[in-house]
């Protein structure tokens, strides 16, 4: 028995037309998006109209989360609290030590003339969710434009360095994780102040790259930020040497790493306001301004003023 409809229904392309149609123009919008970015500010204006279903649809596991970690929460927050007295009563010899030895210091530092570090500023953002791909790590924050958060700015947790703002919305940002596979991190080895980068890998661990084979690189080296890509401030965790795998065949060792920080562990973490730039000194400032004014002369003028005349 035949189910077709008569002919005079029939109106439009067929349907297998109509799939092929949709699923070209879709395969075009991912490439022209991916090459170009031309839906940016396509994607931020919807994300403003979709926060606040996100926030509804997220309202009720957040409830019941926050239900059960609030009895589970006060019996470990009351003894943490006497923990840390105690650790206070028995460190208040060492501390006021160190506030006398910080305030040498910069007394010191001053009569070297050494500039000192700069100091670390930011404002404490929470971790909302993870994002959808799942061939990326990265995480959304709720902190965004309105907060002046920009992209490229340093993410730190209190035990190391998380990632780095890569995209920021409205209202939300999204933070890429040291473990994704595009994040690399220039990081110095504590011990010998050995310099390298340390790429992610996608699964939770990360990679010491272009180290030779004979590098002095041991098992439970601590790496820290360097400070030379002019993003991440010196001297922040960043991860511990577990395995090293050195082959005579290779020119560069395989360095693995695990990160300090918790970056798999979602929670509060704080995004670092950006470096400020070292300016340059007088002699230095005043080359470069002569460089620029001279690379800025266009001869073509100068020849043609010397026709007129």
Known sequence: ??????????????????????????LSLV?????????ELFRQGVSVFTHPLQQAAHAPVEFLLNVGSYFSGITRFQAENANL?????????????????????????????VKSRQKAHGRVTQILYAARDPFSRRVIADKGQQDHIIAGQPVVD?????GQVTRVFPFVSEITLITDKEQAVPVQVVRNG?????????????ELRFMPANADVQVGDLLVTSGLDGIFLPGFPVAKVVNIERDTSYSFARIYCVPIAGVENFGEVMVLDPRESIPLPPQLANDSAAVSAKSSTKPGVKKKRLVRE
């Open 85 to 113: 007295k105690r650790a206070k009563l028995d460190d208040a010899e060492t501390l006021l030590r160190m506030q006398q030895l910080e305030v040498e210091n910069e007394r010191l530092r001053k009569l070297l003339e």
């Open 1 to 26: 028995m035949d189910h077709q409809p008569p002919p005079f229904f029939k109106r439009g392309p067929a349907p297998l037309a109509r799939l092929t149609f949709y699923a070209a123009l879709s």
């Open 194 to 206: 050995l310099r390298s980068v340390v790429f992610g890998l996608g699964n939770g661990q990360l």
């Open 31 to 39: 490439f022209i998006d991916s090459r170009f970015q031309t839906l």
């Open 158 to 162: 209190d035990a190391g360095v998380v």
